[in-house]
């Protein structure tokens, strides 16, 4: 099929009971993986030996985007606390849950650069009225941004502002790079949906890419592609913004990341099911 999957890969699902899935990060100590079921309020964790889904947290406060940190522990995005969060062998306190004397909108999605800092994305999804992803509010700050939290200053600071819903972010394998979703499409159909991707040395923000769905979240590998959701598919793009391959999803896909004992393994977090494919590809450390 592709040179970017193994030999014979296909696509596989591997359990299913979300009502929107998201999050994944893979767990190398445990041999495991979790993700969040957003509208449920839960936090699931997928046992790969055995194969077995439990519950890792109830009222999870709506928590979406996760990644590891510098020494391997679960970082998250919290829709419902506002909040980015530490989860260490189940139990989760607050990192950082505000700015400029005011509480973010609701953080979703993470990454952790090689000094430690946390970049996090901050659209408004959570405050919805519906109460379907979070806790219906409105927002403290005009805008939504992406930030760093600095955990040896205790500093936050705004490094993207000129986003509308800033959603899935990435750094490039030599952080020189920082992509990040734009998707006000969710609820702005006349914005298309786009990835950018920004200079930080410079600050400067262009278009990347425009995929034919939604690119909501994301991983870079190793050789710097961008292995990202595309409506119903993963779509991955050379450094470059080539497409290099489309792989079709049975649902929408809300995010993914690599794992497995190889770490080559593709899993994604889509609406009802986790999906897991081969491929011959690795993720960049923090990517």
């Known amino acids: 099929m592709s040179e970017l999957l193994a030999p014979g890969a296909q696509l596989e699902m591997l359990w299913t009971g979300t009502a929107w899935g998201e999050g994944p990060t893979w767990l190398p100590r445990s041999n495991s993986l979790v993700w969040s079921d957003i509208p449920n309020d839960r936090v699931l964790e997928y046992d790969a030996t055995t194969g077995e889904v439990r519950v890792r947290h ?48 609701s953080p979703n999605d993470l990454v952790v650069a090689g000094d430690g800092s946390i970049w996090f994305t901050d659209p408004p999804y959570g405050l919805h009225e519906s109460g379907a992803e979070g806790h219906p509010g409105t927002q403290d700050y005009d805008g939504c941004y ?8 205790d500093r936050t600071q705004p490094v993207i502002t000129d986003m509308i819903h800033p959603n899935g972010l990435a750094f490039s394998p030599d952080e020189e790079l920082l992509y990040v979703a734009e998707t006000a499409w969710f609820w702005k159909p ?10 930080l040395g410079t600050g400067i923000g262009r278009v990347f890419a425009e995929p034919s769905g939604v690119a909501d979240g994301f991983r870079v590998d190793t050789e710097g592609r961008i292995w990202t ?23 929408r896909v809300g995010n993914l990341c690599f794992g497995g004992p190889e770490g080559r393994d593709l899993y994604l977090a889509a609406g009802t099911s986790l999906y897991r494919i081969a491929t011959t590809a690795r993720q960049a450390q923090r990517g």
Request: proline fraction near 7%.
């Open 190 to 199: 006349e914005i298309p949906p786009t990835i950018r991707v920004y200079d």
């Open 58 to 105: 109830h009222s999870a406060e709506f928590a979406n985007g996760r990644t590891l940190d510098l020494e391997g522990e679960i970082v998250q995005a919290s829709h419902g606390r506002r909040a980015i969060e530490r989860d260490v062998d189940g139990v989760v306190t607050t990192l950082v849950d505000n700015w400029a004397g005011g509480r973010f909108n």
């Open 146 to 153: 992406v930030f760093r939290w600095d955990p040896a200053t």
């Open 229 to 251: 959701s595309c409506g119903a598919s993963v779509r991955v793009y050379s450094p470059d913004a080539e497409v290099l391959l489309d792989i079709p999803v049975p649902e």
